[in-house]
């Protein structure tokens, strides 16, 4: 599976999987843009990006980890 800045949801989920324990909104967005490229299955240009998608993703991970932490 390919991923690519706009499939905010499953790199949510992958991200959640890489790091249970941690927070999503503490994340500095210079830290997800270089964890999003480092994901096996993303093929996008890494300059591609931009607040609102790196907010996207976030907000994504935020809800796979508040799900978990309930």
Known sequence: MKLNW?????????????????????????????WVCELPEFTDDPKSSNEKKLEAIQMAWYEEWQDENA
């Open 6 to 34: 706009t499939d905010s949801e499953e790199i949510g989920i992958q991200l959640f999987e890489k790091h249970p324990d941690l927070d999503p909104l503490s994340v500095r967005f210079t830290d997800l843009h270089k």
